[in-house]
């Protein structure tokens, strides 16, 4: 199985994970999610204040500017197999 069908495999496997992640895990999957899936962050910050939960995944994500598209991917498939098994 190549990178991107391990990539698709653990992105079904995350949404049926037993228990929720921390918040903090689910910034970690959905920045690494973006890198991979799409590559350097290529929007703009929110512009509401009051947007937190958009705020955090924007710096989630622009925090991994610059990492390989395929080195998030694998990132992502070890976070997810690490918390199946946990």
């Not at 921390?22 to 009051?50: C, H, M, R, W």
């Not at 939960?53 to 991994?64: D, P, T």
Request: hydrophobic share 40%; aromatic share 8%; no cysteine.
């Amino acid at each position: 199985m190549d990178l991107i069908q391990q990539f698709e495999k653990a992105i079904a496997e995350s949404k049926m994970l037993s228990e929720k992640p921390s918040n903090e895990t689910l910034l970690q999957l959905y920045a690494l999610y973006k890198q991979g899936a799409v590559g350097d962050i290529n929007t703009d910050p929110p512009s509401n204040p009051f947007d937190i939960v958009g705020k955090a995944k924007y710096n989630a994500w622009s925090e991994l500017k610059g990492k390989a598209m395929e080195a998030a991917m694998q990132e992502y498939i070890d976070l997810v197999n690490k918390l199946k098994s946990s």
